[in-house]
């Protein structure tokens, strides 16, 4: 049955996973966004916020609006949308705050119109949101955010997502209240690698995704290591290192930058370990007046929820 409303709960994302720079990423369950979608008699799209960080409302200028034209233009459809958002994925978090509304509007109008799309579909529909917000069509959070887990895009043109299996883990965030703008973020890399960080970083990849592979956790703990991107992101973020470091000590098998940053990402086999690196994490903020948000989960198998 063809229905004419939809509520959602869209989930975070964490990127690359350290070395799988636009490739990898991950579902986490907080924090997540609430949306509402419905459908209209007129070819219209209507946007509303029902949060505070001042996001355009106009189609044009929303990356919900650009997602919905284009599944529009797709069906050729005389009818339109409305979308009522709560965004609780702060933008510029690196927790996938646009893939999340992206990804939400594209899951949303695909269960409104009787899902005629596949999830790859959904994916393409969703990374012209991405582009609008970041200024390139990468799939690293929109593929979890609607799959699930954790997901591989092993090519963005053509689209081709691989889902793999998740390893039993818990996941430790933080989301300092600094901001950083994907693009800005992308402006500050290295146009040339070095070969040798580029055969380090290669193994490094293969090394993860086969511990996702076969469970095997200290293999995965090996990998999470970023040669390439972390070394001249992580300065944009305060206490990255000392975080990093602590939390190692603590137990945690690895991790680093979520996305783009500020966000900061950790691993653990257990729950106490995870909330001993959540204490971490706070602390260290706090030594520098510095507000925090911090999540402690395991990775959201599911991905975008109907409520």
């Not at 646009?98 to 799309?117: D, E, H, I, Q, R």
């Not at 991107?229 to 945690?252: D, M, N, Q, V, Y």
């Not at 909330?275 to 991905?303: D, F, H, L």
Request: charged content about 25%.
């Amino acid at each position: 049955m063809i229905k004419k409303e939809i509520q959602l709960k869209v989930p975070a994302t964490v990127a690359n996973l350290v070395c799988g720079f636009d490739i990898l990423g991950m579902a986490i369950h907080e924090p997540y966004d609430e949306m509402e979608l419905r459908l209209l008699s007129d070819p219209i799209i209507k946007i509303k916020h029902l949060d505070d960080f001042g996001l355009p409302e106009k189609a044009e200028k929303n990356v919900v609006g650009v997602v919905l034209r284009k599944i529009m233009e797709h069906t050729q459809m005389k009818q339109g949308f409305e979308v009522i958002i709560k965004k609780n994925i702060k933008p510029g978090s690196g927790l996938g705050s646009s893939a999340a509304s992206a990804a939400g509007a594209a899951f949303g109008a695909n269960v409104l119109l009787g899902k005629p799309f596949s999830y790859p579909q959904l994916v393409y529909f969703a990374i012209y949101g991405e582009e609008l917000a970041s200024g390139t069509r990468h799939a690293d959070n929109i593929a979890p955010c609607i799959y699930g887990g954790i997901t591989l895009v092993k090519s963005s043109r053509p689209l081709d997502i691989i889902p793999l299996t998740s390893p039993d883990l818990l996941v430790t965030a933080v989301h300092p209240q600094v901001e950083i703008k994907t693009s800005d973020a992308r402006q500050i890399l290295k146009n040339k690698i070095p070969l040798k960080d580029a055969v380090t970083q290669w193994g490094n990849i293969a090394g993860l995704i086969t511990g996702i592979l076969k469970n095997d956790v200290d293999l995965i703990g090996r990998s999470l290591n970023d040669v390439v991107i972390e070394p001249t992101r992580s300065i944009l973020i305060p206490k990255f290192s000392e975080i990093k470091e602590k939390s190692i000590l603590e137990g945690a098998l690895g991790g680093g930058i979520s996305g783009s940053g500020p966000s900061i990402f950790m691993l653990s086999k257990k729950k106490e370990t995870a909330e001993k690196i959540a204490k971490i994490m706070c602390e260290e903020y706090r030594k520098i007046g510095v507000r925090q948000y911090v999540y402690v989960s395991k990775i959201n198998q599911q991905g975008i929820t109907i409520l």
